[in-house]
């Protein structure tokens, strides 16, 4: 097998020296970074019932595995999120998504751990959703992809690090969604999990988040060009109702004295309004662009799959009611994180899945951050959360002889 050119995924390959070395992938020829293929032999066993085969895992390294494998850090990512954690984004031409945090020096330091992040299986950057082709039919997947639940990504996730020979995670961190893969980590494989931290997240999605995520699903359906799900097959896509699924989204990832901050009732071109329906506010222009730029690299049914996995999430009735019980015995360590603005997964949720952890007497830290950036907090400069990580991830290390 060719060796990727990702300078991470060749030291991987050359520190291994134990008797079952990782198989390293060959890289992606549209700058997705590393691709793992798992053929007919090796199926993912889905929540829906039924068994996905072949498939494939798209994903990006960083930094140096060591001898033993102990410094493995797993990356997840949120609902509109990839696998370029700190890889420039190959559709948009962006930055990494968490350069913040993620990087030499900082607080997940690639000069001293290996780093992986997945784009998670029915998703849209590489990763087989419903975008892909079904080998069965030559055509993309469309409605008939299988509904994927949080468990299937971890699931899909396990298989990608057994791939790359990682039996064990020093840490498994991520927010939103990505927290709720960090949970279903520690609640479905313990042993496997030394560090965990959820952040702005919850052990379940409440009934106003399944609400917001119905209005986007309905936005991206009743557009004539979605044709049931069948959009790739006649060469179109429901731009407009993917641009307005983002919009109503973004709202939710903001907070009020952030977008007052930044727009108020700012005019977009002047002082005064034109007596329209154009973007007059600077608030409407920049939601529409948000909108646009969405669809230029998320694909709508993706979108439709990776809400509906969120919704479906609740961890503590996969354990008879009591969420106590999905930790029951972990010898994980937690660090879990909330923000003082975020109304999507506000600090109640982190608070109850602390409470939890407590009974399961488990070792938890819990920190919650004063920031007015809303829920998109975790993605941006807060420096407390910085301090915080770097702290909890450190003392982490100590433990784990690292």
Not at 116 to 139: I, K, L, Q, W, Y
């Amino acid at each position: 097998m060719t060796l990727s050119l990702d300078p991470a995924a060749q030291i991987l390959a050359e520190a291994a020296q134990t008797d079952t070395p990782p198989v390293v992938e060959p890289e992606a020829p549209n700058g997705q970074g590393q691709v793992a293929q798992f053929g007919p032999d090796e199926p993912l066993t889905m929540d829906a019932g039924v068994v996905l085969a072949p498939f494939q895992i798209a994903y990006q390294t960083a930094g140096t595995l060591n001898a033993d494998r102990s410094n493995a850090v797993l990356i997840c990512h949120a609902l509109t999120g990839d696998q370029h954690f700190a890889h420039t984004h190959p559709v948009t031409g962006k930055r990494g998504w968490w350069e913040t945090l993620v990087g030499p020096g900082k607080p997940i330091d690639t000069d001293r751990y290996f780093v992986v992040c997945s784009n998670v299986v029915g998703s849209c950057m590489g990763s087989t959703g419903p975008a892909s082709v079904d080998p069965e039919t030559g055509r993309a997947y469309g409605l008939d992809f299988p509904l994927v639940t949080i468990r299937d990504m971890v699931r899909a996730q396990a298989m990608l690090l057994d791939r790359l020979g990682i039996r064990d995670l020093f840490l498994c961190i991520g927010g939103s969604m990505g927290g709720m893969q960090v949970l279903q980590w520690a609640a479905l494989y313990p042993e496997r999990v030394f560090a965990a931290m959820p952040i702005a997240t919850g052990a379940r999605h409440s009934a106003q988040n399944i609400a917001f995520h119905e209005v986007g699903r309905q936005a991206i359906m009743a557009d004539p060009a979605w044709a049931e799900g069948r959009y790739l097959d006649m060469g179109t896509r429901p731009a407009k109702g993917l641009g307005v699924a983002r919009m109503g989204a973004h709202i939710t990832y903001l907070s009020e004295p952030a977008l007052h901050r930044k727009f108020g009732r700012r005019f977009q071109g002047g002082s005064a309004p034109t007596f329209s329906f154009n973007a007059d506010f600077q608030i409407e222009s920049y939601l529409r662009h948000q909108g646009l730029s969405f669809v230029e690299r998320f694909d709508a049914n993706a979108y439709l799959y990776l809400t509906r996995a969120m919704d479906y999430f609740d961890l503590a009735a996969d354990h008879g009611g009591v969420l106590a019980k999905a930790f029951k015995g972990t010898k994980t360590r937690f660090c879990v994180m909330s923000f003082t603005s975020d109304w999507l997964f506000p600090t109640a949720d982190s608070r109850a899945i602390v409470h939890a952890l407590n009974a399961a007497s488990a070792a938890v830290a819990f920190v919650e951050v004063e920031s007015d950036k809303g829920h998109d907090a975790f993605l941006l400069d807060e420096p407390v959360m910085f301090a915080a990580a770097r702290g909890f991830i450190d003392a982490a290390a100590r433990a784990r002889g690292l």
